[in-house]
């Protein structure tokens, strides 16, 4: 499964380190590219305020990420349903550390939780096989390569 964490901040390095002890897990730090799209993305800021934003829609991942950052900060958690996805949240938390690490700790925790009970990507598509040349094109080779 792989999760974008965009952001330098201090939760956004702690969070991607964790991430990294999780099994089948691929943490991806930069914007991915066409081709490789994330299962999950967070993108976490750093504000002034002594509060905790979470932008994003009505999803799984936002009430998980809700629940257990309420329960590890100390702080208030306010919601704003301005824009996302449901695989997708925008969190801004101050540069406390203690609210950081409650922040990581928490998005950690419910990452977690939704993984388990995920259900698994999708396959890569993969090309059918060439199918193998008939015999006119069998013998026009043959003829080709005896004429040369």
């Keep these: 499964m ?6 330098d901040c201090e939760a956004a390095r702690d969070l991607r380190g964790r991430l990294l002890h999780l099994d089948n897990v691929v943490v991806i730090a930069q914007p991915p590219a066409l081709e490789v799209t994330p299962f999950y993305t967070v993108t976490l ?6 509060i905790i934003t979470l932008d994003s829609v009505d999803s799984p ?8 950052v309420a329960q590890h900060a100390r702080c208030p958690v306010i919601i704003k349903r301005a824009a996302g996805s449901d695989r997708a949240i925008q969190i801004t938390a101050s540069e406390i550390g203690e609210i950081q690490e409650a922040v990581a700790e928490g998005v950690y925790t419910a990452l977690g939780v939704l993984l388990r009970h995920a259900p698994p990507e999708p396959a890569a598509e993969v090309a059918p096989p060439a199918p ?3 015999y006119w094109a069998r013998a026009g080779a043959a003829l080709r390569a005896w004429l040369w």
């Design 2 to 7: 792989r999760i974008l964490v965009q952001g």
């Design 45 to 50: 800021a750093t504000c002034k305020d002594t």
């Design 61 to 68: 991942l936002e009430a998980n990420i809700y629940q257990f």
């Design 132 to 134: 193998e040349p008939g």
